[in-house]
């Protein structure tokens, strides 16, 4: 087992040619690309980051990556194989390490998808192989400072990093913990996923009780939504209706009653979607276009 494959090494310059330097490290000789770094010359110590590529060779980088053997990083998904697990860029040019599967959530569509991110670090096996390994609930206590009731009803973004049955922990982009209850979500986000959400408490060690659910103001209701569908599709943004128009009219052009049509466009009002002006109802934007 090569224990210097993950880490950041020091080694000889022991030869080169047109295209790289060779780096000997007890016993082990790692190819320098002369694309990436300064001249060196024979015997110079050099510095850099021990890995195998995905085409077998031994190789030394300058460009130093977060996760390594005994760090912690944040790193990218790349691609996912349900046979396998998840693949992770970690900054090389010419390798990504895998998350295995044992590591990851029973249900397949709770896994992360491509531009997902996990904290990880790596082992090496008695193969020589690096795999990606998640951090630990430690870590992120670690990262994480605690929440005060001043952070209530505050808009957050968070990474979903523990998915369990009582419900799903994030760490915030300010370093919180936070806990979405699954009342408090729509969907059960994936692991790995970034969602935002509002603070609706704090708990008394810190830690942000998070909603993923719109604000009864933001919301938008199906009808709201079909309405605003049909206006976007209209050649001017607008439409002869209101919610003084006759009670029929609206039945037989939208489908829904003319109590459901006024709840609509008052949602849409109140967001500033849609203006009513002289017997039509208009999208803003589209008013703003007629008043330039």
């Known amino acids: 087992m090569n224990k210097s494959l993950g880490n950041v090494i020091t080694g000889l310059v022991t030869d080169i040619n047109e295209k790289a330097y060779f780096i000997q490290k007890d016993g082990v000789t790692y190819k320098l690309p002369k694309t990436e770094t300064m ?8 510095e850099g980051f021990a890995y195998v590529a995905m085409n077998k060779d031994t190789m030394l980088t300058q460009e130093i990556p977060a996760v390594r053997v005994g760090e912690f990083g944040w790193a990218t998904v790349s691609e996912t194989r349900k046979d396998l697990g998840v693949f992770m860029d970690i900054g090389l040019p010419d390798k990504e390490v895998v998350v295995s599967l044992d590591e990851l959530p029973t249900l397949k569509h709770l896994w ?15 193969k020589d192989r690096m795999w990606g390994k998640q951090a630990p609930e430690s870590v992120f206590e670690s990262l994480s400072q605690k929440g005060d009731e001043g952070l209530n009803n505050k808009n957050i973004t968070g990474t979903a990093y523990r998915l369990k049955l009582v419900g799903t922990y994030i760490l915030t982009s300010d370093n919180y913990l936070g806990f979405v209850h699954p009342s408090e979500r729509k969907d059960e986000p994936r692991l790995g996923e970034v969602v935002s959400g509002r603070v609706i408490g704090v708990r008394s060690d810190g830690i942000l009780n998070v909603s993923l659910m ?3 103001h933001e919301a938008i209701s199906d009808d709201a939504g ?11 943004g607008s439409f002869p209706y209101t919610d003084k128009s006759d009670a029929n009219e609206i039945r037989e052009r939208f489908g829904i009653s003319k109590a459901q049509f006024k709840r609509a466009l008052g949602n849409l009002m109140k967001q500033r979607k849609i203006v009513q002006q002289d017997g039509e109802t208009r999208l803003v934007e589209a008013t703003n276009e007629d008043q330039k």
């Not at 001249?39 to 050099?46: F, H, I």
């Not at 079909?226 to 001017?236: D, F, K, N, Q, Y």
């Open 226 to 236: 079909m309405l605003l569908a049909i206006l976007e599709r209209t050649p001017t």
């Open 39 to 46: 001249d060196y010359q024979l015997g110079d110590t050099v």
């Open 112 to 126: 992360p998808k491509k531009g997902d991110r996990l904290l990880i670090t790596i082992q090496v096996d008695e």
């Open 214 to 216: 719109p604000r009864a």
